[in-house]
């Protein structure tokens, strides 16, 4: 079963503009994890925010955990087409568990 | 190696055969992971292992499904008697045995059942 609920489940940009995706899970966590995927294949880890942190910065990224909402976000700013890909989030409380994902379309 | 294995890369199969997906974690990481995706979707959480031992096989969607983990190193997922609703990515991952690290994954194996 699934843990993590993206919100909105499709995103389309232009270039230059941020890109805002949300994520509300179920139960309490020992941390959450966003991650990429490209072409359907293996995914790539962008950023683990701690559940006793509330956010994160990584370059263009910010991830914010509210774990009373149980709920994150991941802002990506001044997005480029390279960004393009899916988006998910990931629930750790113990073994790791994703949401269905935030397809992320930027325009060039 | 220096990355998460999976093999074969893409399986096609008969409806009724037996299948087993392999998946090489990175040296020394003890949590391994596998998980469906099919087109489109979300990744299903399937089995979760913790050394040689699965805490959680809630995610194995029948008992045609097993998977089991030796040495605390290789894994294999095999599903029996397929089905053309298995027809999907079939992804692994591995970490550190910690809950604050990230996971790596492979490239997945994409099985089709014809």
């Known amino acids: 079963s699934q843990q993590g609920e993206e919100d909105p489940q499709a995103l389309s940009i232009q270039e230059g503009e941020n890109a805002t995706m949300n994520c509300s899970y179920k139960t309490s966590i020992n941390n959450l994890q966003w991650y990429r995927q490209n072409s359907g294949r293996g995914l790539v880890h962008l950023i683990l925010?701690?559940?006793?942190?509330r956010e994160k910065h990584s370059g263009r990224l910010r991830v914010t955990l509210d774990t009373s909402k149980k709920s994150s976000s991941l802002l990506i700013t001044a997005s480029r087409a390279a960004d393009t890909a899916s988006y998910f989030c990931?629930?750790?409380?113990?073994?790791?568990?994703f949401g269905a994902g935030t397809r992320l379309t930027v325009k060039p | 190696g220096a990355g998460v294995s999976q093999s074969p890369s893409n399986k096609v199969t008969e409806k009724g055969k037996d299948v087993e997906l392999r998946c090489d974690p990175i040296?020394?990481?003890?949590?391994l992971y596998w998980y469906r995706q099919s087109l489109g979707q979300g990744l299903e959480f399937l089995i979760y292992f913790q050394g040689n031992s699965a805490p959680d096989k809630s995610g194995l969607p029948s008992d045609r499904f097993s998977a089991e983990r030796t040495g605390g190193s290789v894994s294999t997922l095999t599903i029996q008697r397929t089905q053309q609703e298995d027809s999907a990515v079939y992804l692994c991952a591995s970490s550190l045995d910690s809950p604050y690290t990230e996971a790596f994954f492979g490239q997945g194996t994409r099985l089709t059942v014809v």
């Open positions: 040296s020394g990481h003890t949590a």
């Open positions: 925010i701690r559940s006793n942190e």
């Open positions: 990931a629930t750790d409380a113990g073994d790791m568990r």
